[in-house]
Each structure stands twice: as C-alpha cells, then as structure tokens.
C-alpha cells in the first residue's frame, strides 16, 4: 500500500515536471548551455527538485493540489494583503498569533513579513542585506516559530509572502566569507575583478541606487585583492548569475522556504540580476529566462507557491516581469503597481487625472495571463516619481517640473499643499527627489490636526479611504500596509535613533500602536473613521465577482478633469469604478455612464442605489463609487 502511494507521488512529480519542461530548460539551455558544467548542472537541479518535493509536508502537498485545480485563488476578490515589519507589528514572530484576530477582523487574506530571514548584523539595509537565507533573524524568532506562525495564519485562509534577495547577498554570507578568504569557487558566485578598469568601463552607463549613502557600484576591497559589484550597498555583494552554480543554490532555498510554509515569494531587486557592458544593467533579457526557469521550478516542486517579482521602474519595463511574449503566462504572478501608487498621488495634488488616465491607458493591456497586479497606495519604501518624459510631453507638460512639483508638494514646501512628508535620496546631478511619508501625512492628516483644522481632517480622511477604494476596485491584490488602515501619521522620532537618523524611510515604520487599535471600533476621529472604512471597503471587495482579478480593465474618459474612471468587463456586466480626485463636488450625467453599459444604477461600494437628479450623477469631494 505505502508503495502504491509513493508511485502515486512520484507519477504527480513527473507529470508536473513534463507540464514546466518547456518553461524551464529552454532557458537554462540559453543561459547556461555554453557553461562546461551544464550537464552536471542539470542533473543537480533535477535531483535537487525531486529532494524538495519529496520533503514537501503532506498539508502542503494538498496545498499544491488545491491551487493546481483552482489557478485563478489569487486572483479572486476575497484577496486582501496585509504588509508589516514583524517587530514593529508584534514584537516577535510568535507574537503575530495574538494578532490574528485583528488581522480577520479587518479582512485580510494574505501577509507580507517585512524582511525576516537572517540579516548582518548593524546596518542591514531595513533586513535586505541577508546573511543566511535558511534561518529567521534571530529578534524575531527561529524557523520553527515560522512554521507554527505560518500553519496559524493557513488554517485561518491567509497566505504568507517573505522576501527573498535575488541580486546579492550580505558580505557576511558563508559563500561571501569563502570568497574573501580566497575560494575560487565562491568568488566566482560573485562578480569581483582584479582591477578598477573593468569596474570603470560598467560605471559609465550605471545609476547610483543610494547616492548619498553608497555613491557607485563597486567597492575595492585590500585585504584580498578585489573590486566587488556593491550595486546597493558595500555590504551587500551582487550575485553572479551567469554562475549555474547560483542559480542552483537558490532553487535549493526557494524549495526550502517553501516547504516551511511561505506561499508566496517577493522576489526583491530583480532588475539588477544579469550584468551586461554597455547598459545600465537592468532588465536584461537574460533577467526574464532567469526568473521565467525559477517560476518554472517551483511549479515542478511546490505549484502552490507564487512568486512577487520586486521591479519598481517605468511601466514598459515593469510588464515583462508578468510575461509578455515567450515569457507570457510563464514568469512572475504578481507584480507592483507602481504607476498606479504615483499617478495617484500625483492625481490628488494637481486635481487632474489627465495624465493618469493617459499612462494607465496607454501603457497597461486590459488584462494579464496568469498574474495580475499588487494595487498599494504605500508602502515601507520612499515614492520615487516615475513619470517618463515622454508621458509628460504627452499632456504638453515638463516631466521634470511635474516630478520637482510633486516632491515639493509632498515635502510640504509647495504653497497651499496638505501635505507633510520628507525628502529622501536628492540627487542634485539629475533633479531627483524622493518622498517618504505615511498615507495619512501625505494625506494632510498631520497637517490638519496640527493646525486644528477639523474641516482638513475630515478632508484627509476622505482621500484614505479613497485611495484605498481604488486599489481594491481596480483589480489585483491590494495591499494594506501596517498603520494605514488606523491613519497613522509620520514617526518624527526617527531622528532620534542613531542608526535610523540617516534614513527618511524611517518616518512612516512606526511601530503598531495597540492602544489606538483597540478603540478602532468606537473611535469618532480619523483611527475610527479610517479602520471602518477600509474594513467595509474590503468586504464590499469580497462580495462583488465583478473584481476578479482575471476581466478585462479599460480606463475611461469622464469628461471630467478631477474624475478617474475605471471599467471592468465581467461574464455579468460592466463594473464602473468612479473617484473623484477632487474636493470639489463633480457631476456625471447619467446617460453617460448607461453608455458605458450601467443598467442597474446600484453602488456596490455602498451597498445602495444610486439616483440622477435632472440628469446628473453628483459626487462629493473624494467620492468613490463601483457603479453596477
């Protein structure tokens, strides 16, 4: 009998693995066929496959099955995420399962830990500077404790996103610690070079990520004779990947991971992964065979795992990461709707939509094979303001002056903005400004409650819920990240902590505030205000099919400047998404939105009818609306 159920598996591995074949080792044919070691290679992945999924856990297994026969689970409306740094949320890993109920309670149907696997010690770049991608850093807990949180979090239908680091590792990393010792072999999992001239040749087309903290690309390192690609930070030494070696070494963890319940892996500075003379090395094509042959493993040795391919750049740019032409359907699952998170921001301060509905139209397909988008408004990270020349020129405006009045209106130095945030990383070669900040200061929540202005907050408190509204009524997964859902404001004491002071980032990571939380439910003011709506806007989400993720998405002319219209084309009818960007009262008329296929004049947002007068859809300042 045991032996019958062995064969059974085995059969299931084959017949997954002869479903990815085509997926997985044309690329590695084209990446590493040329590479002496190729054969070898392939056997060692093959073999290393089959460990994985023969280690895989029996719930998890089940798990695999599941997701095989309904593929479009992440892609339902019930998907609601949750991002959080576990310290600053709980304390410790075991202490997210005393938050489990608040998590359900708001709705949420997938987590993202913050960086979690074992970083450098000191200076770690936020936890991306990794040191051993197999164990938990130690603060938070051990793996053991991950597998329990994990199990927890399945048992209540939430998933579990961690992040894994693609494009290097920190230099306190056993392989990193072998190369600087001299291994030949573990230098060569690294890209080191004997002189500066090489290094020299590459600087010339690269950018510099952190200017003002890690100016270059490359560090010279005495004590063994080496120059090493730092693309982020001198600790954190870029991996080579046209290595088979690597690329094998980090199947192995993935399979790993997975098998300790992680459903979902955020592939982080996937951009950066493949080197080439002569460009600024990102988004090669090699980098799309690379992570279309990961995906490919993973969906050999444990399907249930999706990958979130970390590429905040230009929208052109960022597709390929869902598949597009060979690699469409095949590679990242999900992705990050930057240019939403930007165009929205930028909607509200010009109170225009023009050139939001002009990037999102002309640059995004009406909808993805096998992926879709993760919709954020904000997250740990500072906004950089991704607005091409080309699509500013587009609406006869300078995409450098909007950029400069974007970060000045969020800096909160722009004449009449609500906004309050802080400049991150100037670049004084190329005018670029960054902005951090919470969602509720960005908002002008700090502001209007600084100057006691009750009309502004509640102002404020519209463009939150507005803003979440429109991540999770254009499609994909919107994501929540910790704090917004409260309206929690800018941590200004982060200037006070020493390791923290270089780094405005560091003003929207406040830790979770408890105390405030618990009044969530009966709170009058902007905690209250916000925690209600957010929670009915993502059960409103999970009760209309119309936001599967998996329809077709077109943007629409509203005739209307401050309107941003969505349209989603579902088997039942159209879906019209209407928000108004605007804290002036707009008017539709009627027989526009019957053109645009709107039969029953019902918000599904509210739960309501929705009635013309003389003609006219009124909607108030920061208005949203999903019109069926």
């Known amino acids: 009998m045991a032996k019958a159920a062995s064969s059974a598996v085995d059969e299931i591995f084959g017949l997954r693995l002869e479903r990815s074949n085509a997926d997985l080792w044309p690329m590695l044919e084209a990446l590493y066929g040329r590479h002496p070691d190729y054969d070898s290679f392939r056997e060692r992945l093959l073999a290393a496959m089959r460990q994985g999924w023969a280690a895989r856990p029996a719930d998890l297994k089940r798990l695999d099955l599941k997701r095989d026969l309904e593929p479009d689970w992440f892609q339902r409306p019930d998907m609601a995420g949750y991002v959080f740094y576990i310290d600053r949320f709980a304390g410790t890993l075991r202490g997210v ?14 987590v993202h830990f913050m960086p979690c696997l074992k970083p450098r010690p000191g200076d770690s770049d936020g936890g991306y500077s990794v040191m051993d991608y197999r164990a938990i850093n130690p603060d938070y807990g051990s793996m053991a404790d991950f597998e329990e949180v994990s199990a927890a979090l ?21 392989w990193a610690q072998a190369a600087a010792k001299g291994d030949a072999t573990y230098q060569d999992y690294y890209l080191m070079f004997d002189d500066p001239a090489e290094p020299r040749r590459y600087e010339r087309n690269l950018v510099e990520v952190f200017p003002d903290n890690a100016p270059g690309n490359f560090t010279e390192y005495p004590h063994f004779g080496k120059w090493v690609w730092t693309t982020f930070n001198e600790h954190q030494w870029d991996l080579n990947w046209a290595n088979p070696q690597v690329f094998l070494e980090i199947v192995e963890i993935m399979l790993h991971l997975a098998n300790k319940g992680v459903d979902v ?20 094509p090699e980098v799309h065979m690379l992570l279309q042959a990961l995906r490919a493993c993973c969906r050999i040795a444990c399907p249930a795992v999706l990958h979130l391919e970390e590429a905040i750049v230009a929208p052109a740019e960022m597709l390929p990461y869902l598949g597009r032409g060979k690699h469409d359907g095949r590679e990242g699952n999900l992705a990050y709707h930057n240019s939403l998170m930007v165009q929205f921001w930028g909607a509200l301060a010009t109170r225009d939509t023009r050139l939001m509905r002009h990037v999102l139209s002309s ?6 094979t096998n ?31 909007h950029r400069n ?16 945030g802080a400049l991150f990383q100037e670049n004084k070669a190329t005018g670029d400004k960054r902005i951090s900040g919470s969602f509720a200061s960005l908002a002008g929540l700090e502001k209007a409650l600084n100057e006691g202005n009750s009309n502004d907050a509640d102002l404020a408190v519209q463009r939150i819920l507005l803003g979440h509204a429109l991540i999770a009524g254009f499609g994909g997964i919107p994501l929540i990240y910790m704090g917004d859902e409260l309206a929690t404001l800018n941590d200004h004491g982060y200037a006070e902590v020493p390791e923290h002071a270089h780094d405005s980032r560091w003003i929207h990571r406040p830790r979770m505030d408890w105390h405030a939380a618990a009044y969530r439910h009966s709170d009058d003011g902007a905690l209250g205000q916000v925690f209600r709506g957010v929670k009915e806007i993502l059960a409103r989400r999970r009760a209309t099919p119309a936001l599967h993720a998996g329809y077709p998405v077109q943007i629409l ?53 929705v009635t013309a007068h003389h003609g006219q859809i009124a909607l108030p300042p920061y208005a949203r609306v999903w019109l069926t």
């Open 97 to 110: 399962l005393d938050k489990l109920d608040y998590l359900e309670d708001l709705g949420i149907t997938y």
């Open 154 to 174: 399945r048992a209540r239908g939430i998933s579990v996103c961690v992040d894994l680091v693609l494009n290097h590792t920190a230099k306190e990393h056993a």
């Open 265 to 284: 892996l955020r592939l982080d500075a996937v951009a950066f992964m493949w080197k080439r003379l002569g460009t600024r090395c990102q988004s090669e």
């Open 363 to 368: 640059h995004f397909p009406d909808r993805l």
């Open 371 to 401: 992926a879709t988008y993760a919709t954020y408004i904000r997250c740990h990270d500072d906004i950089g303001w991704a607005v091409t020349d080309e699509d500013a020129a587009a609406l006869q405006i300078s995409g450098a002056a």
């Open 405 to 420: 009045f974007l970060s000045n209106f969020y800096e909160g130095s722009f004449p009449g903005t609500f906004a309050r």
């Open 557 to 609: 002319d509203g005739g209307l400047a401050g309107l941003f219209v969505v349209q989603r084309k579902s088997p039942t009818g159209a879906l019209v998404g209407l928000y108004n960007m605007t804290e002036h009262w707009l008017n539709l008329p009627e027989a526009q939105v019957r053109l645009w296929g709107i039969t029953l004049m019902r918000d599904a947002l509210s739960d309501s009818p």
